[in-house]
Nanobody, 129 residues
Framework: QVQLVESGGDSVQTGGFLRLHCVASGYLFRDNCMSWFRQAPGKEREGIAAIWRGSTASYADSVKGRFAISQDSAKNTLYLQMNNLKPEDTAIYYC???????????????????????WGHGTQVTVSS
């Protein structure tokens, strides 16, 4: 049984930083895809950072230059380094994994929720002004 467990969420002030972790159990990091999504109150879940085959990263414009996604396959852990946090970053952050078989970089849809098979339960990030 696959489980993704996020941690690292906290309450910080504007300009602060956090590092989120997503530990996978029952799932071996393969040359596939993983991502971070977030959902603010009253808003749809949005993709913000994705990593393809452990190396190629994609970012939403809202976080580009401030957030960085990475993974440590030996530790089965996905990370999201978040710098220069803003109040609009307040949300529950989710990690997601496992794209459909046969995906290529060209057909990969990194910020589409339907793209991923496994999801964590989220970790809360609150940024105050």
């Amino acid at each position: 049984q696959v489980q993704l467990v996020e941690s690292g969420g906290d309450s910080v002030q504007t300009g602060g930083f956090l590092r989120l972790h997503c530990v996978a159990s029952g799932y071996l990091f393969r040359d596939n895809c993983m991502s971070w999504f977030r959902q603010a109150p009253g808003k749809e879940r949005e993709g913000i950072a994705a990593i393809w085959r452990g190396s190629t990263a994609s970012y939403a414009d809202s976080v580009k230059g401030r957030f960085a996604i990475s993974q440590d396959s030996a530790k089965n852990t996905l990370y999201l380094q978040m710098n220069n946090l803003k109040p609009e970053d307040t949300a529950i952050y989710y990690c997601a994994a496992e794209c459909p078989p046969g995906r290529t970089w060209v057909t990969f849809r990194p910020f589409t929720t339907e793209e991923y098979k496994y999801w964590g339960h989220g970790t809360q990030v609150t940024v105050s002004s």
